[in-house]
């Protein structure tokens, strides 16, 4: 998600028609062709393929050696800090999402990659409020710190919001809902996953909706809980399966509420 819904990127009437034919085929699970329209041959689009195939191990689980390989490409072509920082983004989200899955534990290679582009990345910086969100997420899901998790993404919600970046709001807003849920916050939790939700819808952001429609149904009461569910299990069926490991969410009985993953 290095490349996310801010003005330029295809989301906005009047961006650059190959970011708005990139975000489309994004949004609905296309990673490898949205990957194929972008040349790697400057840092900016370099980074922003290598974005989209690592995005799509996490929704997936498959395609690790094509995003690896566009990761080497995108650190190759990086030469200022913010790019150098950006590449070094990516490396630890994808080492994060091949420990999280349990493809292989990179969990040490995912820490010293983000502290590195944290070294990179300034604060305040468009770039940083991204870096935020994903130590958050380590440390939610690796280390296991809710309280260090918080803080992380309460500085990438600010980040998010000072760069109008709506996406990453949509990420925030969830994860933070997710752990007022652990709390048993239910009214908190109920007013972040409904934002994640409004925004996710109004952005197209499809293959993130079923998610945010599963999450927020934890929240409700028989029958709009169900009714989300089913809303959810539509769109699953519609994108071929993606996220594969919504399936567990969706099963008949399904568990008890987890970490929010995407």
């Not at 990673?31 to 997936?60: G, K, N």
């Not at 395609?63 to 150098?84: I, K, M, P, V, Y």
């Not at 760069?163 to 109920?190: I, K, N, Q, V």
Request: glycine residues 8%.
């Amino acid at each position: 998600m290095a490349h996310t819904a801010m003005s330029g990127n295809g989301t906005t009437a009047g961006d650059d028609p190959l970011q708005t034919a990139v975000w489309r085929l994004r949004s609905r699970g296309c990673w490898a062709d949205a990957a194929a329209l972008l040349l790697p041959d400057t840092p900016a689009a370099a980074l922003q393929r290598a974005s989209l195939l690592v995005e799509r191990c996490l929704y997936t689980e498959q395609g690790w050696e094509e995003a690896e390989d566009a990761l080497r490409t995108a650190e190759a072509l990086a030469h200022s800090d913010d790019e150098r920082g950006a590449a070094a983004c990516e490396r630890g989200y994808l080492a994060y999402a091949a420990t999280l899955l349990a493809v292989r534990d990179r969990a040490d290679e995912a820490r010293a990659a983000l502290g590195r582009a944290a070294a990179l990345i300034p604060p305040g910086a468009p770039a940083r409020a991204l870096l935020d969100f994903r130590r958050g997420l380590l440390a939610e899901n690796l280390t296991r710190s809710p309280q260090a998790a918080r803080a992380a993404y309460r500085r990438a919600h600010a980040g998010a919001t000072a760069h109008s970046d709506p996406l990453l709001l949509s990420f925030t807003w969830r994860h933070l809902a997710g752990l007022a849920l652990r709390d048993g916050e239910l009214a908190e939790a109920r007013h972040g996953f409904t934002e994640s939700l409004r925004i996710r819808e109004e952005l197209g952001y499809l293959v993130g909706t079923a998610p945010a429609l599963v999450s927020l149904a934890d929240t409700e009461t028989e029958p709009e809980a169900s009714r989300l569910r089913e809303e959810a299990r539509r769109l699953f069926r519609l994108l071929g399966g993606v996220p594969t490991w919504l399936a567990r969410q969706l099963s008949p009985m399904p568990p008890a509420a987890g970490a929010a993953t995407a």
